[in-house]
């Protein structure tokens, strides 16, 4: 088995409760999310604390595994159900590819974007970026940014615009440098998933509240594979009348 997808769906969510069993157009997010997953994957798998998301992916012809709902991340839950798994399967797998659960409309292109970055076999970790063409992204402290080096490898992430441009006025930034976002999908080499899950809360994790510079700060690389398709995560009910109004949905 060399690329295992796991969709982490936890049930209980502050700001949108049952967000994955949510119905978009006759179907719920998770089915959603599973459909698009499995046409990039053979091994698809739902990660769930909840045993009525668990009974909605058997249902619609899915496969899920229960796991623990005291997980503080998605990356532990993505853990727990790579373990299941594989004694499920009595085989190990290579790569472990973190879907968001939130993200109905990801783009199977997008998985092998990600899936392309393993071609070097030094890859410890990938994620995507997208190039960043509108201010309102740009100063959003709920997109976070990244900078990259020559090699496409992730230097760092944060929710302030990065880099700050001396001497230009703000509103000239992006035409001045070449900006991107991240898009939150993370593939991991089965070793570093495994050294990842030991590693405690790290400072810059704590200020930014971004989990991936917990494993940056610890010398952990980061691979980065450019995007041209968006991504539309959902966090509130309001967000899928958003993109209704933007005739995503």
């Avoid at 698009?36 to 698809?44: M, Y």
């Avoid at 001497?167 to 070793?191: T, V």
Wanted: glycine content about 4%.
């Amino acid at each position: 088995m060399k690329f295992l997808a796991i969709i982490p769906a936890r049930y209980a969510s502050t700001r949108f409760p049952g967000k994955p069993l949510a119905m978009i157009s006759g179907k719920t997010m998770i089915e959603r999310v599973y459909e698009q997953s499995s046409k990039a994957f053979e091994n698809v798998y739902v990660a769930t604390d909840n045993s009525q998301i668990f009974k909605t992916v058997e249902e619609f012809g899915g496969r899920a595994i229960m796991t623990l709902s005291s997980h503080l991340n998605g990356t532990s839950r993505v853990l727990e159900a790579m373990t299941q798994i594989e004694k499920l399967r009595g085989v190990h797998c290579k790569y472990v590819i973190n879907i968001q659960g939130d993200e109905p409309f990801i783009k199977p292109e997008q998985l092998k974007e990600l899936i392309e970055c393993f071609n070097n076999p030094q890859t410890e970790i990938a994620t995507l970026v997208k190039e960043i063409t509108d201010s309102s992204e740009l100063f959003s402290k709920d997109i976070p940014k990244v900078v990259l080096g020559t090699n496409g490898q992730a230097l760092y992430f944060s929710r302030s615009p990065i880099p700050y441009i001396r001497d230009i006025p703000s509103k000239e930034w992006l035409s001045n440098h070449q900006y991107y976002k991240h898009i939150g999908l993370y593939g991991y080499k089965r070793e570093t998933l495994l050294e990842i899950a030991e590693l405690a809360p790290s400072p810059l994790e704590k200020a930014e509240s971004l989990e991936q510079l917990r494993w940056l700060e610890s010398g952990i690389k980061i691979a980065t594979n450019r995007t041209l398709f968006d991504s539309y995560s959902i966090d509130t009910p309001q967000d899928i009348e958003n993109l209704r109004a933007k005739e995503i949905i």
